[in-house]
């Protein structure tokens, strides 16, 4: 299955001129680029440059969105816009892998922990049936568990691995990651208003969430190494 996939990856957009293949590797980084560009007349110079290194933050493991999202509203940058961030990221992360599979395969580290990945590719979907048989909504649910290796590039491997084409692959990416983004952002905004308005029922909540937000965690992460069963 492993050389199936990399032979439909490679495959996934047919390009073979330097003017194609400059497109391909500069399009994301170029669309990341105006994106942050953008926010400069949304936020102070100050805060845009924050949230731009929190967005260089998230590609820097073991950074995730239960970490940056708090950590950017708490300084002072607007939940719905580091919602917005994030979650773009994973998609643009998502059209870089469809249009430069075996680039990808080059870049240190990551090709490594591609080629892993798609080595035990079958293993993993049989083992996660429920991928495979909610189609969309299946990649977009691994998306949006708060797992390592469930971003964009991740997702990508797994909806070749299903089957989907770039189109719904991008989709699933995206559904999952602006409801994992939404739902990080809107609780850390909650709880950073709680806190500033009173420390000690605040911070009691905090601690609430993140034991329950645990237990959550653990209960996912079962469920999730045992099937979906």
């Known amino acids: ?9 490679g495959a996934l957009i047919g390009r073979d001129s330097p003017l194609s ?12 680029f105006l994106y942050f560009s953008l926010c400069f007349f949304t936020l102070p110079p100050e805060k845009a440059l924050v949230l731009g290194g929190l967005m260089i933050l998230y ?17 002072g940058i607007p939940w719905w816009l580091m919602a917005t961030s994030l ?3 994973d998609v643009l992360t998502s059209l870089f ?24 590719g079958e293993e993993f979907m049989k083992k996660r049936p429920w991928i495979s048989r909610w189609s969309v909504l299946g990649v977009a649910f691994f998306v949006f568990l708060p797992f390592q290796g469930t971003g964009g590039v991740g997702a990508t491997l797994v909806g070749v691995l299903v089957g989907l084409s770039p189109s719904r692959i991008l989709l699933a990416v995206a559904i999952g990651a602006s409801a994992e983004c939404l739902l990080f952002a809107l609780g850390s905004d909650i709880i950073w208003r709680l806190i500033l308005e009173n420390l000690a029922f ?22 999730y190494d045992g099937g979906g069963e």
């Open 202 to 223: 605040g911070a009691g909540v905090a601690l609430a969430v993140i034991a329950c937000g645990a237990l959550i965690y653990l209960f996912l992460q079962r469920w």
């Open 21 to 32: 293949l400059l497109f391909s590797l500069s399009i994301a980084p170029l669309l990341a």
């Open 59 to 75: 590609y820097i493991p073991p950074s995730g969105k239960e970490s940056l999202i708090p950590l950017g509203i708490a300084l």
């Open 1 to 9: 299955m492993a050389s199936d996939v990399r032979a439909l990856g």
């Open 87 to 89: 979650a773009l990221l």
């Open 97 to 120: 892998m469809i249009l430069n599979f075996r680039f990808a395969l080059r870049i240190p580290v990551l090709g490594p922990w591609i080629s892993t990945f798609l080595d035990s």
